[in-house]
Nanobody
Framework: QVQLVESGGGLVQPGGSLRLSCAAS????????MGWYRQAPGKQRELVAV???????TYADSVKGRFTISRDNAKSTMFLQMNSLKPEDTAVYYC?????????WGQGTQVTVSS
């Protein structure tokens, strides 16, 4: 059974930064393409950043140039460095396989960008 635990969220002012972490277990995570998703209130969950097993990355246009996804396969851990945060980045952030996520989701980590 896959387990996903996200952490690192919080309240930050516009223009600030946060670094999210995702700890995965229960499968050979390092062979999967992984991604960070987010869900804002009243909106559908969206995929914002993807990283392949060999480190290639892609980003949604809304976060390109501001967010950086990375992974440490030896520790089955993934990260999302978020810079120049905007109020519209406010959401619960989740990690999962991408672009087809596993059925199991973690609890997510809340990111709130507000002055």
């Amino acid at each position: 059974q896959v387990q996903l635990v996200e952490s690192g969220g919080g309240l930050v002012q516009p223009g600030g930064s946060l670094r999210l972490s995702c700890a995965a277990s229960g499968t050979i995570v390092e062979i999967y393409t992984m991604g960070w998703y987010r869900q804002a209130p009243g909106k559908q969950r969206e995929l914002v950043a993807v990283i392949t097993s060999d480190g290639s990355t892609t980003y949604a246009d809304s976060v390109k140039g501001r967010f950086t996804i990375s992974r440490d396969n030896a520790k089955s851990t993934m990260f999302l460095q978020m810079n120049s945060l905007k109020p519209e980045d406010t959401a619960v952030y989740y990690c999962n396989a991408a672009p087809a996520p596993w059925v199991v989701w973690g609890q997510g980590t809340q990111v709130t960008v507000s002055s």
